[in-house]
């Protein structure tokens, strides 16, 4: 899990269209925190944090303190919004977490070990087919990534979730199939050839 970090807040009385702008003319951002079996709070949070935790990488994945006017709640960021053109954030939802909250979260994946590849060692191509992996567990032990280890695949192998090892009480959301994650695919001049053998083959079967 990511490190966690604390922002300062302010609660805000008034909410709508109006209210948003001027609190974003003013270098903030209006977000609410909602859940755990309580009412929602609006707030208003710094737009310069917001903005490097959400480029920085890992926001969705790391639980935060949100000190609002002295009282701290622990949160993870559930959602947010940026504007459709300049990429600015313009509105962020969190998720109060308790004691026994378990959560739905996209976690990366990373891939070690290509260069124990055999099908990429020659020249295979390591198609990835899920960059990331929706998990559930616990809000306050999400993995800050899944390690899939490419040692021994080769061309036309694939790496299915069956086989790769999750942290303790995560699980994947979806548990209807054991879904592809990665395939080593043949290079294209590697599929040329195999064309051109199995084009061969054919000819030959049918002039016998």
Known sequence: MSDTYELKAEARERVGKGSAREIRRNGKIPAVIYGDKQPPLAITVSYKEIFYKIHGGGFMTTVATIDVDGQKIQVLPKDYQLDPVRDFPMHVDFLRVGKNTEVNVNVPVHFINEE??????????????????????????????????????????????SAVKLPKGAKPVITDRDFTIATVAAPAGLKSEEGAAAAEGEAAATEE
């Open 116 to 161: 124990k590849s055999p099908g990429i060692k020659r020249g295979g191509v390591l198609n990835i087919v899920r960059h990331e992996i929706e998990l559930h567990c616990a809000a306050n032990s999400i993995p800050e990534f899944i390690e899939i280890d490419l040692t021994g695949l080769d061309i036309n192998d694939s790496v299915h979730i």
